[in-house]
């Protein structure tokens, strides 16, 4: 049900008074153009997750850290299917000069299953969070977006020629739990690899190794499914974030902080009303995980460690020559 402005006031308050003081101490200020897209339906943001997003941009801004005038968001608690069958619509690119708001598909970390730790994820809704390297799970909280980088994966087909499939990867900077973004590799991408199958001779590519062969395979694309903890967009919605963050940095703000997820779970296990706690959580995503859970990287990192060291290095290999 869409929201009333009386009811979203209230429910905005509500909400930042469970953030950190620094966050709800920000004026409400949320503009009229934007309202009609602040909800829970959707392809509307969470009053919570604008509330924050807009607060970092604004302080970015004043720390001169920033000067675009778009800024992103996503809500990691959404499903990945809307009710139509389509990617869910959970990340956000907001620019308020020009008053645009856009609701694209995003996927969210896979997680691992281990021996000592199941922290994987489904694919429909999240369930684990962290901030520990090699976990392949998305942290909530604030970003910065940096360099992109290019990079060549391989030969595909498009329209009946092998062509060269180049992917932009948009390098994030983090700030207190999401500071080792950059060790961790955390950034945004189109939700697009390609599947190597087999390796052709064309030693006139500036891709060709010693012997003069590059691969070759198909294009998967992965849209609102999982990552390894990245964003990853559409291919169409990718083109219209990496230009407006191309020599421009900008905020990239994702809910739910580790904050928020103890919260919810604690919530949850004392069977209180997340609304009367003034918390927040997709309703669907919440009754499919029973609870959230957030992994620290002090607990998962040892972990991670062990099972790493337990690997047996696979033989090199090479892929087999294309018919």
Known sequence: MRLTLLSLIIGVMALVAGASPSLAAEPLGIPDWLLPHVGTEEGQIAPVVLQRARALHHRKVGEGAVHNACYFAMDATRPSTSRDGEPGRRFYVICEADQTFRAVSS?????????????????????????????NLTMGGAYVTAEPRTSFKGYTTISGKRTPFLRTFLQFEGEGE???AREREIGGHPAVFLRWQC?????????????GYVPYGSLVNYTGGRSNGCTSWSPAASELILALAQDNPTTVYIYPESGDINAVANAVKARRSLSDAGLYWNA??????GAPRFWPEATLRPIIDEWRASLTPAPPGKLPICR
Do not use: M, V, W
């Open 107 to 135: 996927g969210y970390g896979n997680g691992r299953k281990l021996a000592r730790a199941n922290f994987s994820n489904g694919r429909e809704c999240a369930q684990n969070f962290s901030n520990a390297e090699g976990s």
């Open 178 to 180: 999401t500071a080792n």
């Open 199 to 211: 390796r052709f001779k064309n030693p006139g590519s500036p891709h060709a190794d010693e012997e």
């Open 284 to 289: 669907t995503c919440l009754r499919a995980i």
